[in-house]
């Protein structure tokens, strides 16, 4: 392949999906030098992942993904951009319909993914980061694939143990999900007595700091009052802060959400409460640097997600059978109490 020197990355869903993506940031770099430049387009609110990443060169916001391009702002102004000087590299990850004519429109002399040089990827690959990773692996040399993994870069640990003034030796626990608000059985929840309960448990031991988003606060006090010793950061962090704030701590105990995933990315030990979800497809990520410890009641009817089983499931047994115990008992083995 010619000489590349700029590339455009389409990744616009959740916050993991773009955790997920950012195994290629490296590959490319190593592959074709420091000096390429990468460029992404991704949502408003995922795209603060890359505030510190200094090895992106341009973020794309694309905030209403179904809008035509001649009613779009933010697709003229990708398109137009690649007009100007044209991409070597266009790779798409994003299978919507809604995405076919943005491809078609960026000019660039290679183009990978969705709505462009498909990748067939093999059956036997389920976890959607080794998914991700595939889809460029006829681009760079096999080395250079076999050690390309998600990676983030957030506000330096010192920075933000200092600023929320934590101890060097501290666990993360991540209790809420992106589900917490729908109008529906959360059925990655675990029961939140259990959640108070682990949080006594672990405060005795070792700082333990509560991690969240803002506009939950419902969802907080239900496991409120916390001990005197723990730390509420619940909407106090930027995605900048709390990528350093998982980063410096010892392990991060949550349920199958972004938290976690952050956490595989910056090579903080994770325990992860997964119940109706197949954790060896969507959990957090096992790479050759990491910790990853499943934690589950290994129900029959597990995993569910997306099927008859999970429409019709009234009572998130999977998840409530996770004891207590059983969670500590996995974080003590590991040697961090």
Known sequence: MK??????????????????????IDALKNEYGKNTLIDFVCTP?????????????HIYLLKHKKTPIFLSKDKKRIINASKKQNYDILINYEHGKQFKS???????DKKVGAFA??????????????????????????????????KIVGTPTKDVIKKYNLSDNYIVISPSNSHQKRNILNYRAWENESWKQLINKLSSKIQVVIVGNKNEDEFFDKIK???HAVIDLVAKTSLSDLIGVIEGAKALISTDTGTAHIASAVDTEVFA????TPADETGPYQSPTNKVHIISANLPCSPCYKTEVMKN???????????VQQVYNSIKSANLL
């Open 117 to 150: 040089q498909e990748v067939t990827i093999p059956p036997n690959i389920k976890h959607m980061v080794d998914r991700t990773r595939y889809i460029f692996k006829n681009i760079v040399s096999e080395a250079i694939f076999n050690k390309s993994f998600p």
């Open 273 to 276: 409460l997964i119940g109706p």
């Open 45 to 57: 609110s995922s795209a603060t992942l890359f505030k510190n990443d200094k090895r992106v060169n």
């Open 225 to 227: 009052p916390y001990p």
């Open 3 to 24: 000489s590349i020197k700029k590339v455009l990355i389409i990744r616009c869903g959740a916050l993991g999906d773009l955790v997920y993506a950012t195994s290629i």
């Open 102 to 108: 943005l491809v078609n429109a960026i000019r660039a």
């Open 313 to 323: 499931c009234k009572d998130n047994i999977c998840m409530k059978q996770i004891s």
